[in-house]
């Protein structure tokens, strides 16, 4: 088992641009959670997103963000028109189902977005 | 509201002293706490869960839930535990297995 998968590690984008970070969760997982990590600061809950579904976007900032898991393929996290503040370590993380006691959610490695 | 509180960002110890890194939470349902380790860029690793009741690398933290806290402890601290440790709280009855996180405590053990 891989992992959770996220790429790119690293992205530069220049004010304005957009940012497209993937998240592929453990083989079996089918829920997936997005957390933005700013400098110097802990980890904010963005997103959970199962299949096809938002279910929670209670963390996501209302404009410019958003957030997709498909039937296939990755999830992504979608940035448009980066600025500055935006830049920050994003993490995801996946578990197997939901509502049962003891469950663990397993973290990505992260993607850097510096935006310049 | 939930909320996850670590009082200190950082934290210095001299190896083989022992640590305690705090963790105060505020929940109004039953909580499921975890402590998550991030070594330098890396992705954050499931340290403990209070479930398990299991110490890993020597650590372990205990819930008192008069106190609304779970502090993790060693009683001997390595040079290679030096991390950013984070506190989480999973709310089960609400959104999956959604954590709140604590800002985090880094932890700096000096030779």
């Known amino acids: 088992n891989a992992g959770v998968m996220q790429n790119p590690r690293h992205l530069v984008r220049r004010r304005g641009q957009e940012a497209r970070l993937r998240c592929s969760p453990m083989k079996g997982h089918s829920h997936v959670y997005w957390y933005r990590q700013l400098p110097e600061e802990g980890l904010k809950f963005m997103v959970y997103l199962q299949k096809e579904n938002i279910i929670d976007e209670s963390g996501m900032p209302k404009e410019r963000f958003s957030a997709e898991f498909p039937k296939e393929g990755p999830s992504i996290l979608r940035i448009q028109q980066v600025v500055r503040g935006d830049s920050a370590a994003y993490f995801c993380a996946s578990s197997p189902r939901t509502g049962t006691s003891g469950n663990t959610i397993y973290f990505g490695e992260g993607s850097w977005l510096t935006v310049v | 509201a939930q909320r996850v509180t670590q009082p200190e960002k950082l934290l210095s110890v001299f190896k083989g002293a022992p640590v305690e890194l705090k963790c105060n939470y505020s929940y109004s349902g039953s909580p499921e706490l975890f402590w998550y380790v991030q070594y330098s860029r890396q992705r954050l690793q499931l340290l403990l869960r209070h479930i398990s009741r299991e110490s890993i690398k020597g650590f372990t933290a205990d819930l008192n839930k008069g106190e609304t806290s779970f502090h993790l402890k060693k009683p001997f601290a390595q040079e290679e535990d030096s991390a950013m440790y984070y506190c989480?709280?999973?709310?089960?009855?609400?959104?999956?297995?959604?954590?709140?996180f604590g800002e985090g405590t880094q932890l700096t053990v000096n030779p």
């Open positions: 989480a709280l999973s709310q089960l009855e609400t959104s999956g297995s959604r954590l709140t």
